[in-house]
Antibody
């Protein structure tokens, strides 16, 4: 059974850093199309970043240069390193995996990041 | 890139059919067969209802169907039920990102 479990969220001051983790089971992270998606309170879904099975990475303009997506094959875990955090980064962050293509078929339960002084 | 365009709200009575549109461009919706639709109830994670334009995951009711014409994709919910009341989002793959629609609140009258 495919499972995605996010962790690492919390309260952080503006300008601070946080690393989110997405522990996967039932499949191999490195062989799949993996994304981070966020949702600010009361707002819609916003794509944040992707890492392809081949290792290529892409970012939304709103986080480019501040966030880094990566994976640890030995831990079968996806990460999102978030630096220079801003109030507008406050959101629930979800990891999502594709199935047989470039979709987001499987989702985790999300982890809340709050950026505030 | 701009978000995909969805109506803010759609409503219908139980048993009726409703359709939610999702309009993009030839660089996203029109250029790839990777349009998905997600249902989200308050406080819950999104759940995929349709992927790759018209594929329905196992376990999703066949009352949900998807299609695409040009730069516009559509989600149809037939035989509307109270449990269908939720927010619905479309998404489309692009060459270097994914775009989401702004979301549509479906209300069952």
């Amino acid at each position: 059974e495919v499972q995605l479990v996010e962790s690492g969220g919390g309260l952080v001051q503006p300008g601070g850093s946080l690393r989110l983790s997405c522990a996967a089971s039932g499949f191999t992270v490195s062989s799949n199309y993996m994304n981070w998606v966020r949702q600010a309170p009361g707002k819609g879904l916003e794509w944040v970043s992707v890492i392809y099975s081949g290792g290529s990475t892409y970012y939304a303009d709103s986080v480019k240069g501040r966030f880094t997506i990566s994976r640890d094959n030995s831990k079968n875990t996806l990460y999102l390193q978030m630096n220079s955090l801003r109030a507008e980064d406050t959101a629930v962050y979800y990891c999502a995996r594709g199935r047989d293509g470039y979709n987001m078929y499987y989702w985790g339960q999300g982890t809340l990041v709050a950026v505030s002084s | 890139q701009s978000a995909l365009t969805q109506p803010a709200s759609v409503s219908g009575s139980p048993g009726q059919s409703i359709t939610i549109s999702c309009t993009g461009t030839s660089s996203d919706v029109g250029g790839y067969n990777y349009v998905s639709w997600y249902q989200q109830h308050p406080g819950k994670a999104p759940k995929v209802m349709i992927y790759d334009v018209s594929n329905r995951p196992s376990g999703v009711s066949n009352r949900f169907s998807g299609s695409k014409s040009g730069n516009t994709a559509s989600l149809t919910i037939s035989g509307l039920q109270a449990e269908d009341e939720a927010d619905y989002y479309c998404s489309s793959y692009t060459s270097s990102s994914t775009l989401f629609g702004g979301g549509t609140k479906v209300t069952v009258l």
